[in-house]
């Protein structure tokens, strides 16, 4: 079958622009998905792109539609920076923040539900109904529109008291961090709850991040609250949709670590998943072809092969991504974009790919820098030693290569404040995490994967010791930005 590719819409990048574009009719419901939708699990985990925000909207979708109550939250631009102006360091305070946070956070999602409570269930204040909407009426939560002042004000009443005077102060800190004005609630939310479902979805706490003390308390509380609010029935979920960089960046997390563990799961996508998604999008802007499979979707608009090298389309596009939903539909919107390049029939040839690939390399090597621009300042700099130079190494070659550049024989500019004598093993392993090198995994070292056998990177095989590996390449993302050298044979 034969399609019109100027009519190929394969929707936003963003859920939250694509929830109202179509997201809704193409969502993919992948393994993830569904144990998040039964409450099995509570932490979404993923790097950038990874399709969090796709899975808390469509969830969001689904269980209004159901008939419950969704509440849906995310920071808003100025939340760390407005946390760090106007509250006390923990030095200067004298105050745990970690369980100041967490009970602020508790007092916020109790607000928040009674208050949607309140709104949605006028019409029955009898009983605990009644007992929340009063509780609702007496505070003017429904006056109150912005969570994240809400939060700080709860934390603030706890500073003035850590940092007041002596006096009542062990009795209004105790009252305050035992929710005192919230608790007697509990029973009438139980109630409520009995024959209502509320599920809270957290999302986008990487915006605005500034790695700042207040923003890992914000987060490390809001992991503590989380698991006190889905204690209280199995009809209230509070989920939380969080970056890998952060999760793993965030020592106070892992003081509960034990606790969260079997909440938490790591999204991860493989090739035949990310075909079906591509194909159900194909799919919605092409209803006459709904009886095609996947493969068969993926050739209706793409040539099969790469006329040079043999290699599929198809896997010759996933190969510069790093198995992320976002940089494969960004990368297949090029090829769209470039149909004019292509000699093929109404169909995405090597020609359009390569065009495609001029912008999708820069933009994902960029992409890749600002991802862990927090941890990593000006990792351009450092990606920039590698222009013009080759895009496989032995490990002798890489090694001498990282050797010289964390002794300053390279000028990496402004990445030089973390990254002149360091140890070169330690920029070796810094690369291979963030997905800049890939790794040559033998086959007889990998026999239970079919990717064995392949240059592979830590986002397919996070466990293997590098030390182990004799050659490595650069991700073949960057190859083209960077005018890397392919190898000659």
């Known amino acids: 079958m034969r399609l019109d590719i100027r009519e190929l819409n394969l929707g936003s990048d963003s859920a939250e622009r694509d929830i109202n574009l179509g997201l809704a009719e193409y969502f993919y419901p992948n393994a993830t998905y569904q144990k998040f939708l039964s409450g099995r699990k509570t932490i979404l985990v993923g790097n950038r792109g990874a399709g969090k925000s796709a899975i808390f909207k469509y969830i969001a979708a689904t269980e209004t539609r159901k008939g419950h109550l969704v509440l849906e939250l995310s920071p808003e631009e100025y939340a760390y920076e407005l946390l760090a102006d106007h509250l006390a360091s923990e030095e200067d305070g004298f105050w745990r923040k970690q369980s100041a946070y967490s009970v602020a956070w508790q007092y916020l999602l109790y607000t928040l539900i009674f208050k949607n409570i309140a709104q949605t269930k006028r019409g029955l204040l009898i009983g605990a109904t009644k007992n929340i909407y009063s509780y609702?009426?007496?505070?003017?939560?429904?006056?109150?529109?912005?969570?994240?002042?809400?939060?700080?004000?709860?934390?603030?009443r706890i500073e003035q008291v850590k940092t007041g005077v002596e006096g009542l102060r062990s009795q209004r800190l105790q009252a305050l961090y035992s929710l005192d004005e919230i608790k007697t609630l509990i029973p009438s939310l139980q109630n409520v709850l009995k024959s209502t479902k509320i599920k809270i979805l957290i999302d986008e706490l990487d915006k605005g991040w500034d790695n700042s003390e207040d923003a890992k308390f914000f987060i490390a509380g809001l992991f503590q609250a989380t698991q006190k609010l889905n204690l209280i029935s199995p009809n209230l979920r509070v989920f939380i949709s969080i970056r890998q960089e952060l999760f793993d960046n965030i020592p106070?997390?892992?003081?509960?670590?034990?606790?969260?563990?079997?909440?938490?799961?790591?999204?991860?996508?493989?090739?035949?998943?990310l075909l079906e998604l591509i194909g159900r999008r194909i799919v919605h802007s092409f209803p006459q072809a709904n009886r095609l499979n996947?493969?068969?979707?993926?050739?209706?608009?793409?040539?099969?092969?790469?006329?040079?090298?043999?290699?599929?389309?198809?896997?010759?596009?996933?190969?510069?991504?790093?198995?992320?939903?976002?940089e494969l539909l960004q990368f297949c919107k090029l090829c769209a974009e470039r149909i004019e390049y292509s000699l093929a029939e109404r169909r995405i040839d090597e020609a359009a790919i390569a065009a495609a690939e001029e912008s999708y390399s820069e933009q994902k090597t960029r992409d890749l820098a600002s991802e862990y621009r927090f941890q990593y300042p000006h990792l351009l700099d450092v990606f920039?030693?590698?222009?013009?130079?080759?895009?496989?190494?032995?490990?002798?070659?890489?090694?001498?290569?990282?050797?010289?550049?964390?002794?300053?024989?390279?000028?990496?500019?402004?990445?030089?404040?973390?990254?002149?004598?360091?140890?070169?093993?330690?920029?070796?392993?810094?690369?291979?995490?963030?997905?800049?090198?890939?790794?040559?995994?033998?086959?007889?070292?990998?026999?239970?994967?079919?990717?064995?056998?392949?240059?592979?990177?830590?986002?397919?095989?996070?466990?293997?010791?590098?030390?182990?590996?004799?050659?490595?390449r650069i991700h073949p993302a960057c190859t083209s930005f960077l005018h890397l050298k392919k190898p000659t044979s």
């Not at 429904?142 to 603030?156: E, G, M, N, R």
């Not at 106070?252 to 998943?273: C, L, M, P, S």
């Not at 996947?294 to 190969?319: C, H, N, P, R």
């Not at 070292?445 to 830590?458: E, I, M, V």
């Open 136 to 156: 609702v009426a007496s505070k003017k939560l429904a006056q109150q529109t912005s969570s994240i002042i809400t939060l700080v004000d709860y934390l603030k």
């Open 252 to 273: 106070q997390i892992y003081e509960d670590a034990q606790k969260i563990r079997e909440d938490v799961e790591v999204i991860r996508w493989g090739k035949n998943e």
């Open 294 to 326: 996947a493969s068969k979707l993926w050739q209706s608009v793409f040539v099969a092969q790469m006329q040079s090298t043999g290699t599929e389309t198809l896997d010759y596009i996933i190969e510069r991504t790093q198995l992320r939903p976002r």
């Open 384 to 472: 920039e030693i590698f222009r013009g130079t080759r895009s496989h190494y032995n490990k002798e070659g890489l090694d001498y290569l990282l050797l010289a550049i964390v002794c300053g024989e390279y000028d990496v500019e402004q990445a030089a404040t973390w990254i002149l004598d360091m140890d070169y093993l330690e920029l070796k392993q810094i690369l291979w995490k963030i997905g800049f090198l890939k790794a040559w995994v033998p086959r007889h070292t990998n026999r239970q994967t079919s990717l064995a056998g392949a240059y592979l990177g830590h986002y397919e095989v996070p466990t293997i010791n590098l030390e182990n590996i004799e050659r490595f």
